[in-house]
């Protein structure tokens, strides 16, 4: 595959001035690529590992989320980060959100009828 001179074959001429320009730029564009596709493979490690350490856990542990006397809830639904609970209360419709990594309340949104 690879021609490898003999011993008895005369040495290649020298390389001229010209020639080993290219040569050294070629070496130097070579080197350049090769840094640029190390730092390129090492922003993805950073990136994936910043996201590993900065990722917060989910909420261990019970909480009691007090609704309101003779509240159903109706419907139950998970997005994201965020859990959310459609309530019926005496007849009235209510969405309460909680922050699904610490169970903390996020919202309420009540809906009435127009007078």
């Not at 996201?51 to 139950?76: D, H, N, Q, S, V």
């Not at 005496?90 to 969405?95: F, N, Y």
Request: charged residues 25%; hydrophobic residues 45%.
């Amino acid at each position: 595959m690879f021609h490898r001179p003999s011993p008895t074959e005369t040495p290649e001429e020298a390389l001229t001035p010209e020639q080993e320009r290219i040569i050294q730029r070629f070496r130097r564009f070579s080197s350049l690529s090769m840094l640029v596709m190390v730092l390129g493979v090492a922003a993805v490690f950073g990136v994936i590992g910043y996201r590993m350490i900065r990722a917060k856990p989910m909420a261990t542990g019970e909480m009691t989320a007090l609704l309101p006397k003779g509240a159903k809830i109706t419907a139950t639904a998970v997005s994201g980060d965020v859990v959310v609970l459609t309530l019926d209360v005496g007849g009235a419709i209510e969405i309460r959100t909680f922050d699904a990594r610490t169970l903390a309340p996020a919202g309420r949104l009540r809906f009435a009828e127009e007078p």
